[in-house]
């Protein structure tokens, strides 16, 4: 702890420093921003402050050198910048002679590595032209690339080099403007030390006289389960201390030994708790929203714009379209899915334009439609022209031959991205004054983005003409730059890292974060210039020994920093799953306190008034009497069994009880698939959908309808990222092939296209093929084949070999059956054609639409409805092959399988009467054309009325449970296997169904499908 006779020599020092005038300028030199907090408000807190400034030994230099430097003959100079420091690496990598450290920069991450490297030397002040006679040979690689790139920086400062000019300006002036008080205790390097030299000679510099190191009051330990009860523990030890002690809050805070997770999470909780604070989280313009989005559109531009990573960035920002417009992401995303885009700026446009002309070949009368249909190839355009107008200009600063053409192609590309200046200012805000603060951040950070890609343009100045790589490399380095952060410092409680906290004086510190090689950290030595070479060549070079003591250093000055200190470490690391022990300064401070060796295994049975030791989050809640939010109370209240309570006076509470209670029971209602009677305008809309795969749908499972059907979800597939050639494209190019194949061949009712007993030539099959192969020409060039060349190949051989078998059984089942077909894609309730009607007994006439693949006629006057299958042949293992005298034992499987009976409804309406006679077959294509089905007779018909009865009336009736189906140990349940709602159903779904199908209201659905058990 800093003592007040420490302050009251710092009072002492700057009263004679300014020799009576109050308002003289004066510069105070800190260790850090926290020290520099406290310090002012404490001198301040009497008599008040003017002309006043707190900073670092490096901010007086600039403050110092800027009139010096500007009037050198040799030319105004510049400090070293990001970009700068990049640009020069780069020339000096390309022009030095191949070594062990140059070749490091052929990846990214040596690259980064060199670049901060030549930064530390830059700041020890290395000589890259002294070399020790022990210096290793690869520390000699590092001296060569340092003196090249020293060489290519020009007359850029490095910061010793400022330090020395600032030192030059105090030796020229005869009067400065400033005086100067050193109110610090750590050691400064060569070139600080000539400046303080030179303020001293000239009488400007003042020291603040040094105390004893005092002892703190008082310290208490905290043992919590994880680093999250820890954050929150720590927030409740601050509200504690507010409530008890009349501090302000800038008198109290958080250090912590990592950033990462404790910077976020007690920005968090802090924020949730109504805390005001300064939490000094690094974040760059990189991170921001500009600097992202900048960043992603060079990165999509080298990685040839593939469509889930350019929709991901679409939607991340408030992007714009070519035309200025907000980009609608979720229609393009589903857009770009469909139509299959994967990689390539010719592919996005191939592939876009081929779904559009497939999209307005679906002409409708319907109004509505076409106003959709059109919005969504407007919506096709305008994705199409962004992402061409975003490459162009993308390319175009890539590619540019000056700095200057750099600097205007990346402005123009930002606008494009984000849109003008006027559209910024304009984004939009909200009565949420955090969310405000936000938006705000934002504009700032986009002003720093556009100053920051501006001042490119002075590259030309000093740089090499750039280059595709360098430029992206130099406006990588440029936005690395720090931004400021959510909150202002000095207004709240202060959080930083431990050593922050150097040089403070507050009335409570907590310190989260205690484990065991977090502090102290770990140390190792740097990769490529080690700690031997480090000590020859520069004695502010930091090393491992001299990293741990810096540690040590900082740890001492926090435990002295307030008059109470809380210690907290944490069991278990909860996102690694692993135990974690307390740091070996926690374990010094507890054996100090209990004046014995304690080990980990002590902490938890130890009992003493200075340990805290938490088993879970609930403990901490059932034994905390402080809560930081009206959350934690909540929650609180609810552990300690007065959930219920709180539901009384929260509406979306009690609802979510019931809901989880009545899933946990199973209980049918509206919380596991009873919504009740459909509203009259939903039914309608529903009864005009009628489909028999619909329908189908219901009977496997009713919530699969509710989600699909009733309520309009889908799941849009990325045909671009499909590996292979989904089923449902490989059954449409079938049916397409066989159309084609077999319309030459059509006949009528009374006389065949092709005589039954006429099988098929060689010569037809090699039409049959010639048609596959140029059908399978589109496919690919759809994007319909997947990803994986090889495997299509084995996929459209596969496909050859099962439609010439399908041909040849097709010859034997005409021959044997004495069949014709006689139509193909047969429609019904479409392009004209009277709609299929089913009268039900209780639910009156339903109307159904649809094609039926292929229609035969027989030498007898009966039908033949033919359905190709050209998936997998299982679902259809229980029907009966064609010709085996076999009876189907359910035509309708259950509610599961009801096209054949429909379509052998629409094929006699179509080409018969009510008593002609039809039999319904698969095709399984991928078995040869095995064709499998029974004949649609009476008892068929009247189980299909039977199985449309519950299943219309279960629909608007608005019965949806949830039915898995048969339970399977090695796949899961047998109707979740491929269901893009899986994840929305529970893992207990199978006792919810056991439990709901004794429902009375489940009755009806359940004599239709039966149980699994029933199977």
């Known amino acids: 702890m800093v003592s007040a006779d420490r302050f009251e020599a710092a009072r002492a020092t700057l009263l004679d420093a300014r020799a009576g005038d109050p308002l003289a300028r004066t510069h105070v030199i800190v260790p850090g921003t926290i020290a520099a907090i406290t310090l002012r408000r404490t001198l301040a807190a009497s008599s008040g402050l003017a002309n006043v400034r707190f900073g670092s030994v490096s901010q007086l230099a600039e403050q110092l050198a800027a009139l010096h430097l500007a009037l050198d003959l040799a030319g105004p100079r510049s400090l070293v910048t990001p970009g700068r420091r990049c640009e020069a690496l780069r020339r000096a990598l390309a022009t030095s002679s191949p070594s062990s450290v140059t070749t490091m920069a052929d990846d990214l991450a040596g690259a980064r590595l060199l670049e901060r490297l030549v930064g530390e030397l830059d700041r020890a002040d290395v000589d890259p032209l002294h070399r020790p006679t022990d210096l290793s040979p690869r520390a000699g690689d590092v001296l060569d690339l340092y003196a090249d790139y020293r060489h290519h920086l020009g007359g850029a400062l490095t910061p010793p080099e400022l330090l020395r000019a600032a030192a030059a300006a105090v030796r020229a002036g005869t009067d400065l403007p400033v005086r100067v008080l050193l109110a610090t205790d750590e050691p400064v390097n060569a070139a600080e030390r000539e400046l303080l030299e030179e303020l001293s000679a000239a009488?400007?510099?003042?020291?603040?006289?040094?105390?004893a190191s005092p002892t703190t009051v008082d310290v208490h330990l905290t043992v919590a389960p994880d680093a999250e009860e820890e954050v929150r523990t720590a927030v409740r030890r601050v509200v504690d201390h507010l409530e008890r002690h009349p501090v302000r809050p800038e008198r109290l805070g958080i250090a912590f030994s990592t950033e990462v997770p404790y910077a976020r999470m007690l920005a968090e909780q802090l924020s949730a708790a109504g805390l005001p604070h300064h939490v000094a989280v690094r974040r760059r313009l990189d991170e921001t929203l500009a600097g992202r989005t900048?960043?992603?559109?060079?990165?999509?531009?080298?990685?040839?714009?593939?469509?889930?990573?350019?929709?991901?960035?679409?939607?991340?920002?408030?992007?714009?379209?070519?035309d200025g417009e907000p980009v609608p992401s979720w229609r393009w995303e589903q857009i770009s899915r469909e139509a299959g885009v994967s990689r390539g700026l010719d592919t996005w446009r191939l592939r876009l334009d081929r779904w559009s002309r497939k999209q307005a070949a679906h002409d409708t009368t319907d109004g509505a439609a076409r106003e959709a249909r059109d919005r969504r190839l407007a919506d096709a355009a305008s994705l199409g022209d962004t992402v061409e107008a975003i490459a162009g200009l993308a390319d175009a600063a890539l590619t540019a031959t000056t700095w200057t053409d750099v600097s205007n192609g990346l402005l123009a590309l930002l606008r494009q991205c984000l849109g003008e200046p006027t559209v910024v200012d304009g984004w939009s805000r909200s009565t949420s004054a955090d969310l405000d603060a936000v938006v705000e951040r934002e504009q700032q950070a986009h002003t720093d983005v556009t100053r920051a890609l501006t001042d490119l343009a002075e590259l030309d100045r000093t740089s090499a003409p750039p280059t595709p790589a360098s430029v992206a490399d130099v406006v990588a380095d440029e936005l690395r730059a720090s931004v400021p952060g959510t909150t202002t410092l000095g207004r709240g409680i202060l959080v930083g890292s431990i050593a922050d906290f150097t040089g403070a004086e507050l009335d409570l510190l907590v310190v989260v974060g205690l484990t065991e090689d977090a502090a102290p950290a770990r140390q190792r030595e740097?990769?490529?210039?080690?700690?031997?070479?480090?000590e020859l060549l520069s004695p502010h070079l930091a090393t491992v020994a001299s990293r741990r003591a810096d540690a040590r250093d900082a740890w001492v000055a926090a435990l002295g920093a307030a008059r109470h200190v809380h210690l907290s470490t944490a069991r278990a690391n909860t996102r690694s799953q692993r135990r974690q022990f307390p740091s070996p300064w926690f374990l010094e401070e507890a054996e100090r306190l209990a004046g014995r060796?304690?080990?980990?295994?002590?902490?938890?049975?130890?009992?003493?008034?200075?340990l805290t030791t938490y088993d879970s989050s609930t403990d901490a809640l059932l034994r905390t009497g402080v809560f930081a939010s009206p959350h934690e109370l909540d929650v609180a209240i609810a552990v300690r069994g007065g959930v219920d309570v709180l539901a009384s006076h929260d509406h979306r509470l009690r609802r979510g009880l019931r809901a989880a209670r009545t899933r946990a029971r199973g209980t049918f209602g509206e919380w596991t698939g009873g919504v009740g009677a459909l509203p009259a305008v939903v039914r309608?809309?529903?009864?005009?959908?009628?489909?028999?795969?619909?329908?189908?749908?219901?009977?496997?499972?009713?919530?699969?309808?509710?989600?699909?059907?009733?309520?309009?979800?889908?799941?849009?597939?990325?045909?671009g990222a499909r590996d292979g050639v989904d089923p449902r494209e490989r059954g449409t190019l079938v049916h397409a092939v066989l159309e084609q194949f077999l319309?030459?061949?059509?006949?009528?009712?009374?006389?065949p296209g092709r005589d039954p007993g006429e099988a098929?030539?060689?010569?037809?099959?090699?039409?049959?093929?010639?048609?596959?192969?140029?059908?399978?020409?589109?496919?690919?060039?759809?994007?319909?084949?997947?990803?994986h060349a090889a495997v299509w190949s084995v996929e459209r051989s596969r496909l050859r070999r099962a439609l010439t078998a399908a041909l040849q059984a097709d010859s034997e089942s005409r021959r044997r059956n004495g069949s014709w077909p006689i139509a193909l894609e047969m429609p019904f309730g479409r392009d004209g054609h009277p709609d299929l009607e089913v009268y039900l007994p209780t639910q009156g006439p339903v109307t159904f639409a649809g094609f039926v693949d292929r229609v035969d006629a027989t030498i007898d006057g009966g039908l033949v409805v033919l359905?190709?299958?050209?998936?997998?042949?299982?679902?259809?293992?229980?029907?009966?092959?064609?010709?085996?005298?076999?009876?189907?034992?359910?035509v309708v499987d259950r509610g599961r399988m009801l096209q054949l009976p429909l379509y052998a409804l629409a094929s006699r309406a179509r080409f018969g009467s009510d008593r002609t006679p039809v039999e319904g077959y698969f095709s399984l294509v991928e078995r040869g054309g095995v064709e499998v089905g029974s004949a649609i007779d009476d008892a068929a018909v009247e189980r299909l009325t039977d199985a449309l009865e519950v299943s219309v009336s279960g629909i608007r009736l608005g019965i949806f449970p949830a039915n898995p189906g048969k339970p399977d140990d090695s796949r899961g349940w047998d109707a979740c296997r491929y269901c893009a709602f899986d994840r929305v159903c529970p893992d207990t779904r199978g006792e919810q169904w056991r439990a709901a199908r004794e429902s009375p209201a489940v009755a009806e659905y359940r004599r239709l499908v039966g149980t699994e058990e029933e199977a």
């Open 743 to 751: 319309s030459d061949h059509l006949g009528d009712t009374e006389r």
């Open 294 to 322: 900048l960043l992603s559109a060079l990165q999509l531009h080298r990685r040839g714009y593939p469509r889930a990573d350019t929709l991901t960035w679409l939607s991340a920002a408030p992007m714009r379209t070519a």
């Open 867 to 890: 359905d190709y299958k050209a998936g997998k042949a299982a679902k259809y293992a229980d029907l009966p092959v064609r010709g085996s005298g076999e009876a189907a034992p359910d």
């Open 526 to 534: 740097h990769p490529v210039l080690r700690d031997a070479d480090r």
């Open 203 to 211: 009488g400007h510099l003042h020291r603040v006289p040094r105390e």
């Open 760 to 787: 098929w030539s060689d010569a037809d099959l090699d039409d049959l093929l010639r048609i596959f192969e140029d059908r399978v020409a589109g496919f690919v060039a759809e994007g319909l084949a997947g990803r």
């Open 597 to 610: 060796r304690v080990s980990m295994e002590d902490l938890t049975a130890l009992t003493a008034d200075w």
């Open 684 to 719: 309608t809309e529903i009864d005009q959908r009628h489909s028999a795969s619909a329908l189908q749908e219901w009977a496997t499972c009713p919530t699969r309808h509710l989600f699909q059907y009733v309520l309009g979800i889908r799941d849009v597939e990325d045909v």
